[in-house]
C-alpha cells in the first residue's frame, strides 16, 4: 500500500490503493498524528516563547547574543521532528528547508543566523502550530467522544426501560437506539474526512513554513551578499 500523496497545497490525497475511511491505515495514522500533536505543539511552544524572549531582551548583551544560537538550534530540532512525523503519519513528501551554513567567530555565526529567515520561519511555525494542534487534537477527541457513545448506547439502554422510555426517540427501544446511535455512524462515514481536513491544515503549514521551497532571486543576493562579506573579512 503506498503512502497517501499531498497535492500542490501541501493536502493529503488518498492513494486509489488505499482501502476506504477506517477500514485503511491513512485515517487512523491521521488520528494518531492529531491526537499527539498537541502535547509536541505546546511543549514547542512554551521552549520558543520562552528561549526566544530571552534572547531578544538580551539581545545587545554578549550573552543574549550568543543565545541566539542554541535557540534556532532548538527551533531546527522541533521543525525536524514535525517533518518526519508528517513523513510517517501523514505520508507528506517533505524534505529539509535550505539554510544558510554559518561559519567563522561566534559573532559572524549569530549574525547570518539571525538573518537567516528559515529561522525565523521555524520560530513562526511553532507559533503556528499550537492553534493548528488544538484544533486537531479536538476534532479527533470529539471523534472519538460521539463514537463511543452513539455505539454504547444500545448496551446501556438493553433491559432497562427507564433509561429509554422518555429519551429522545422514545419509549420504544428501537427508536431511542435509531437517535442515540446515529452519532456513531456519522462518526464513521464523515470521521476520515474531517481527519484528512484537519491535518491537512497542518501539512500546508510544514510544507510552506519548514518544507523545502525553490531558490529564489533573493536567496542569490542574500548568498552573493554573505560570500563578499567573508571575503572581505
Given at each position: 500500500m503506498r503512502s497517501p500523496q499531498p497535492d500542490a497545497g501541501g493536502r493529503l490525497s488518498r492513494s486509489s490503493t488505499s482501502r476506504p475511511g477506517f477500514l485503511g491505515t491513512d485515517a487512523w495514522r491521521q488520528m494518531l498524528h492529531a491526537l499527539i500533536s498537541l502535547p509536541i505543539a505546546f511543549v514547542g511552544f512554551v521552549l520558543i516563547v520562552v528561549t526566544v524572549s530571552i534572547s531578544t531582551v538580551l539581545s545587545l548583551t554578549v550573552v543574549g547574543a550568543l543565545l541566539i544560537i542554541p535557540t534556532f538550534a532548538l527551533t531546527r530540532?522541533?521543525?525536524?521532528?514535525?517533518?518526519?512525523?508528517?513523513?510517517?503519519?501523514?505520508?507528506?513528501?517533505?524534505?529539509?528547508?535550505?539554510?544558510?551554513?554559518p561559519a567563522g567567530a561566534p559573532w559572524r555565526r549569530v549574525r547570518i543566523r539571525w538573518q537567516d529567515r528559515q529561522s525565523w520561519r521555524d520560530v513562526g511555525f511553532l507559533l503556528l502550530h499550537l492553534p493548528l494542534a488544538l484544533l486537531s487534537f479536538l476534532a479527533a477527541v470529539s471523534l472519538v467522544y460521539f463514537f463511543v457513545r452513539g455505539a454504547s448506547y444500545p448496551f446501556q439502554a438493553a433491559g432497562d426501560p427507564s433509561y429509554y422510555e422518555k429519551a429522545w426517540g422514545g419509549p420504544t427501544y428501537l427508536g431511542a437506539v435509531a437517535v442515540h446511535s446515529s452519532p456513531a455512524l456519522i462518526v464513521l462515514i464523515s470521521g476520515p474526512a474531517i481527519l484528512r481536513a484537519v491535518t491537512g491544515l497542518q501539512?500546508?503549514?510544514?510544507?510552506?513554513?519548514?518544507?523545502?521551497?525553490p531558490y529564489s532571486t533573493a536567496d542569490h543576493r542574500l548568498d552573493a551578499r554573505r560570500v563578499t562579506t567573508v571575503d572581505t573579512r
Open positions: 530540532l522541533l521543525t525536524r521532528i514535525e517533518r518526519a512525523r508528517a513523513r510517517r503519519l501523514l505520508g507528506l513528501d517533505v524534505s529539509e528547508p535550505r539554510r544558510a551554513r501539512a500546508r503549514a510544514i510544507r510552506t513554513l519548514i518544507g523545502s521551497r
